[in-house]
């Protein structure tokens, strides 16, 4: 089992950054891809990033993109996700997850074995 433990979320204003870290201990070792979601008040759980661990190949939501940056430190086990131009709509809990395989749709909470505990993400306008 794998141990994810996120930081650096908190309050900022529209068009302002944040930068998410998630740490991960445990059985790491053959850690197929990780990927970051959230969850806003009322409403499902959202696939926001995804990093392929063999060759660091990153997918984003169209919601997303050109925003949030998802990226990984390999000797730390610790990936982070970037996020610039912050808008009120990306205000949720982000969640980090482990794959310890690959499954079709890296989009679907089902895809990830391991969870963190999550990190509050308030953008304000």
């Known amino acids: 089992q794998v141990q994810l433990v996120e930081s650096g979320g908190g309050l900022v204003q529209a068009g302002g950054s944040l930068r998410l870290s998630c740490a991960a201990s445990?059985?790491?070792?053959?850690?197929?891809?990780m990927g970051w979601f959230r969850q806003a008040p009322g409403k499902e759980r959202e696939f926001v990033a995804r990093i392929r661990w063999e060759d660091s190949i990153t997918n984003y939501a169209e919601s997303v993109k050109g925003r949030f940056t998802m990226s990984r430190h390999n000797i730390k086990n610790t990936v982070y996700l970037q996020m610039d131009s912050l808008k009120p709509e990306d205000t949720a809990i982000y969640y980090c997850?482990?794959?310890?395989?690959?499954?079709?749709?890296?989009?679907?909470?089902?895809?990830?074995?391991?969870w963190g505990q999550g990190t509050q993400v308030t953008v304000s306008s």
């Open positions: 997850a482990a794959a310890s395989y690959g499954r079709s749709l890296y989009s679907r909470t089902s895809s990830y074995d391991s």
């Open positions: 445990g059985r790491t070792f053959g850690t197929y891809a």
